[in-house]
């Protein structure tokens, strides 16, 4: 074994796809950021924690609104979800700088995201962990998935601008729901 800097431990535990998060603040302008810190938190009702860094422009939309859309984009849309992390929303239209359509959603206000395969309305659960790691709990309100890609590959980010996509999928018994 060799011992690796703890600067490179996330490189190892990322939990899971790229994604793309979306609000619209009280002033009615949309954001999209790029976002690779969520995890599950549990199934019933489906609650997903996630780090938006309070240096981020979607940071105070989501503090004030407490409402977001987590987008889920497939290995087509990673140049497009690599250049909406490299700007800000402070100066930028991220949606017409990367030529993604803002589409309504149901249950709030934050826009879907046409081109992603997935997006998932989300309202914030809790804040209580904010203030000290930016960690917001969001509960699912409602959930949309493109029919037509039945088996699109995610991309997901293990440091300095590497990528990996999903592969083959493999299945083994498994007794949890």
């Known amino acids: 074994m060799k011992e690796l800097p703890l600067a490179e431990v996330y490189r190892l535990i990322e939990p899971g796809p790229v994604a793309l ?3 619209r603040s009280r002033q009615g302008r949309a954001n999209v950021m790029t976002m690779s ?8 009702p489906p609650t997903i924690a996630c780090i938006v860094s309070g240096d981020d ?12 859309v987590i987008a889920v984009p ?15 929303g402070r100066d ?3 949606f017409a700088t990367a030529w993604l359509t803002p589409l309504p959603a149901e249950r709030v206000s934050a826009p879907l995201v046409a081109e992603c395969f997935a997006n998932l309305e989300c309202r914030v659960a809790d804040t209580r962990l904010v203030s000290r790691y930016n ?7 409602k959930a949309w ?4 890609r039945p088996r699109p590959r995610m991309i997901h980010h293990i ?3 590497a990528f990996v996509v999903d592969g083959e999928v493999v299945h083994f018994e498994s007794r949890m729901p």
């Open 92 to 94: 930028t239209d991220k």
């Open 135 to 141: 960690l917001f709990v969001l509960e699912v309100l």
């Open 74 to 88: 497939a290995v087509e849309l990673a140049e497009k979800v690599v250049k909406i992390g490299n700007c800000s």
């Open 57 to 68: 422009f979607s940071f105070v939309a989501l503090r004030q609104t407490k409402e977001c």
């Open 145 to 148: 998935i493109d029919p037509g």
């Open 37 to 44: 810190w969520h995890m599950m938190v549990q199934f019933t």
């Open 159 to 161: 440091g300095n601008g």
């Open 21 to 23: 998060l979306t609000t």
